[in-house]
């Protein structure tokens, strides 16, 4: 099939290739021909595990072609993708100008059927306004083209978006007419694998599926988070605490690790803007608003944990810092809980030496050279100096390290863990003083 997605991004980018993979002829736009440029020289604009690989091989076969014409994707995909990013406006609700700027554009090409699929995350209501910017473009050029606007979110976790892609545990479609569905259902066979994944839906209810699946993870990462504290005062720990519900089938083991907070690109925007969303129709969402409270104050945890432990005043100490990604495998930064740690340690007079295996490029990138901040090559190498280890993503390169070495190198020895990566036991049998999240 002849597919066009707009947006290069995350989600752009890996929807492209892999519809690609499976056989569909492929075009990519974007707006931002810095993004094209670094594609066309058969590079990729983010951190992800395997997506080069599958771009690369796609291109050559000639099934992948990346633009930045709009009328060039406008006139090739039967299914047009709209995957651009909805970022927060100042109140929180997810600024829809380059959904609607790409509906735009697809409106004012397009010279047959087309199915246009939102695949970006938006607020309930957006497959309407998508709808009615191309009814506005196609009557500027005195046509009347039948087309059909559906929601199709995606679900992709970064670091593992490939295999998400590939391998979905479901494909959510929201359509208000059938030859959109069927569109769909023939693009997404290959997918299925030996069960019906497609589920079909009206539009609204697609698009708010989307938000309430991030709500919903954001409130088990939050409610772990709270009882974590709790466990703290009570001497529990919520390490065993976890593994004596994950087990109870109702409840299940992901997403019930306590550390310091949920970030990246989603779960913070997604909550805000469902908020938003809701008051707008004049609801409150207390248990929603109190997830997002909770996270903000769990970003703080550490710094509290360090304040406690070594005064308010930190001038003259230095922190090692592990991990500068909001999680593991990606350079992604966005709403990173070692952004708050950072700024936390610099504005008490602290200096840092930071090390993560991708998101250095990244952290140069956005928080420029800051006084007091360095980085580290190796992850030991950030402890030359440091009187404390600061864990803040759980790397896999940071599973076992040589805690005897640490011992030695850290002046304080202690360790401050985020993720609760390290058994407090083994840390204290090296000597070292272990602070983790609710244990
Ligand atoms: C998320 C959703 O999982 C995905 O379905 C959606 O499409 C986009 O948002 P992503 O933001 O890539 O994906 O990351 P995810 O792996 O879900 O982690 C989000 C944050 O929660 C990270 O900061 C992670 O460290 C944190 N987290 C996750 C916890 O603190 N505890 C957990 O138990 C799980």
Redesign the pocket.
């Known amino acids: 099939m002849k597919v066009s997605v707009v947006g290069a991004g995350y989600v752009g980018l890996v929807s492209a290739a892999c519809l690609a993979d499976v056989g569909n002829d492929v075009v990519c736009l974007d707006v931002d021909a810095g993004r094209i440029r670094i594609l066309l020289d058969g590079g990729i604009p983010i951190h992800e595990p395997g997506l080069l690989e599958i771009v690369r091989r796609n291109v050559q076969a000639g099934r992948l072609r990346f633009t930045t014409d709009e009328r060039l994707a406008a006139l090739h995909g039967d299914v047009q993708f709209i995957a651009v990013g909805t970022p927060p406006d100042e109140n929180g609700s997810a600024d829809l100008r380059h959904v609607l700027a790409a509906a735009r554009g697809i409106g004012r090409y397009m010279d047959g059927y087309r199915v246009v699929a939102d695949k970006s995350?938006v607020p309930v209501g957006t497959a309407d306004r998508v709808r009615e910017v191309i009814a506005e473009e196609m009557a500027a050029r005195g046509v009347d083209l039948a087309y059909s606007v559906v929601s199709n979110p995606?679900?992709?976790?970064?670091?593992?978006?490939v295999e998400?892609f590939m391998r979905p545990d479901r494909i959510i479609v929201g359509a208000d007419d059938t030859r959109a569905v069927d569109y769909l259902r023939e693009l997404y066979a290959p997918f299925q694998r030996n069960h019906q994944r497609l589920l079909v839906m009206d539009v609204r209810s697609a698009e708010l599926t989307?938000y309430a699946?991030?709500a919903m993870?954001?409130t088990?990462?939050s409610f772990?988070?709270e009882l974590a504290n709790l466990a703290e005062d009570l001497g529990a720990d919520i390490e065993l605490v976890r593994q004596g519900i994950g087990s109870d089938p109702r409840i299940g083991w992901?997403?019930?690790?306590?550390?310091?907070?949920?970030?990246?690109?989603?779960?913070p925007k997604?909550v805000k803007a469902l908020l938003h969303t809701a008051n707008q129709q004049g609801h409150e969402l207390p248990l929603l608003r109190a997830v997002e409270l909770v996270n903000e104050r769990q970003k703080q945890r550490l710094i509290d944990k360090i304040v406690l432990r070594m005064g308010e005043n930190l001038h003259g100490r230095c922190f090692a810092l592990w991990g500068l990604a909001?999680?593991p495998n990606?350079d992604?930064m966005r709403a990173?809980?070692s952004r708050v740690v950072i700024d936390a340690l610099l504005a008490r007079g602290a200096s840092v030496v930071a090390y993560d295996p991708v998101a250095m490029e990244e952290a140069r990138r956005l928080l420029g050279s800051r006084q007091g901040l360095k980085y580290a090559s190796q992850p030991m190498d950030a402890l030359a100096d440091a009187d404390a280890l600061i864990v803040v993503?759980?790397w896999k390169e940071f599973r076992s390290p040589d805690f005897a070495r640490m011992g030695r190198q850290l002046r304080e020895r202690i360790v401050f863990d985020g993720?609760n990566m390290y058994e407090p036991a083994v840390v204290r049998r090296h000597g070292l003083e272990y602070h983790g999240i609710g244990r």
């Open positions: 995350t995606e679900f992709l976790k970064e670091g593992a978006a998400d989307k699946a991030n993870l954001a088990r990462i772990m988070n992901h997403f019930l690790y306590a550390g310091c907070g949920y970030g990246g690109s989603c779960f997604d909001f999680k990606t992604d990173a809980p993503t759980e993720r």
